[in-house]
């Protein structure tokens, strides 16, 4: 498809979304066979999706491109770099405070790009006519292997996005139309026999290159898991509150990796190394007011005291025990058994004093469990 000018509709296309924001746009077939729904297929038959049980709702929906919607010809994939400021493993060193994923630490990505999408989609109906749908990942559409196939990086070993221009930290969106576009050649992998991503997780998430075990990630155990986060993940989630960065910063291709030039994607001050004591005593409402704006707010405000607790008993501060030791009396059970498990690492003797007092009045399973069960060794 070509213009009147010498410019192609795709050149058009590619400045366009530029000028919106946009840091990488390139063009897929929409329409060409799709090897990817097997590997997903693959994913939700090893149950290594966990509880994301809408992952397994739509794979017949993520089969290909089409089954999104038949009419589909062309994608226009976008991506906007968020890359970091700096490493965000260096929190990992402050046991005090908690590390918020470098993603969560600005506005919500998904708001950020959505408008961007639909912008976009408008000026290409208008200057080109065609039908047009957005998507960002909430919708089922498999955007890391459609991004690969519109050269904007490839899927790594850690089975997200890499490109040679912002190395692991990429958001995407796409844009289906029915208008006939010409594909950019698709991306080759360069990871190599690299296993920097692979070696560095802390709990061992990756049962072979190229897979995950949702199961076993952080990011999943923090965000999506809604009930207490199985023991033997507590003491490798360190000081990690909200996801993990680790597979991705320790990509080396992050070395060609630029600062978000997105402001509304940098780190907010009160959000980059958090007080696990400060946060420790937010109720609903404060909570709500400190994450307006930030996918944090998403989990609710007892899954996130949850994920500071653990935080707070591999802390090793015997002066975070009284905020701990508060919190045994929140209306929440998945908060009150949290609780009683970092008490339990940072004061076994307070611990086995209120044991027999707690279990009298305690009728939550899952926190007379924490109460039952002798304390994990760090």
């Not at 960002?136 to 459609?146: F, G, I, N, Q, S």
Request: aromatic share 8%.
């Amino acid at each position: 498809m070509t213009t009147s000018t010498s410019e192609t509709a795709e050149d058009l296309i590619r400045a366009e979304a530029l000028r919106l924001g946009f840091d990488a746009c390139g063009f897929a077939d929409a329409v060409q066979a799709w090897p990817a729904s097997g590997r997903l297929a693959a994913f939700v038959d090893a149950g290594r999706h966990g509880e994301m049980a809408w992952m397994a709702d739509t794979v017949e929906r993520r089969v290909h491109p089409t089954a999104m919607w038949m009419q589909a010809r062309s994608a226009v994939v976008l991506g906007v770099n968020y890359g970091p400021q700096a490493d965000p493993r260096t929190i990992l060193d402050q046991p005090r405070r908690g590390a918020i994923s470098a993603y969560a630490q600005g506005d919500d990505y998904h708001e950020v790009i959505k408008k961007r999408l639909k912008a976009l989609a408008r000026w290409i109906q208008l200057r080109f006519g065609g039908e047009v749908k957005v998507f960002v990942d909430t919708a089922p559409l498999m955007e890391k292997p459609l991004a690969e196939r519109a050269g904007l990086g490839w899927q790594g070993r850690h089975t997200n996005l890499v490109s040679r221009e912002f190395g692991s930290w990429l958001f995407l969106g796409s844009v289906l139309t029915t208008l006939e576009l010409v594909a950019d050649a698709p991306a080759q992998d360069h990871c190599g026999a690299c296993r920097a991503c692979l070696d560095v997780c802390p709990t061992q998430a990756f049962p072979a290159p190229y897979q995950l075990d949702a199961r076993r990630c952080i990011s999943y155990l923090t965000i999506e898991l809604k009930g207490p986060i199985p023991p033997e993940f507590r003491v490798p989630m360190g000081n990690r509150i909200y996801g993990c960065d680790d597979c991705l910063a320790a990509c080396p291709w992050n070395k060609f990796a630029q600062v978000a030039r997105a402001t509304a994607l940098h780190a907010r001050e009160e959000l980059r190394a958090p007080r696990l004591a400060e946060l420790a005593a937010l109720d609903d409402a404060a909570f709500r007011a400190m994450f307006a704006k930030s996918p944090v707010k998403r989990i609710g405000r007892d899954r996130f005291l949850r994920n500071v607790l653990y935080a707070i008993g591999n802390s090793g501060d015997r002066e975070l025990v009284p905020h701990a030791a508060r919190l045994l009396d929140d209306p929440s059970p998945l908060v009150r058994g949290a609780a009683a498990w970092a008490l339990a690492q940072l004061s076994p003797e307070t611990f086995e004093t209120l044991r027999r007092e707690r279990l009298a009045s305690e009728f939550d399973p899952d926190v007379r469990a924490e109460w039952g069960a002798a304390p994990t060794s760090a």
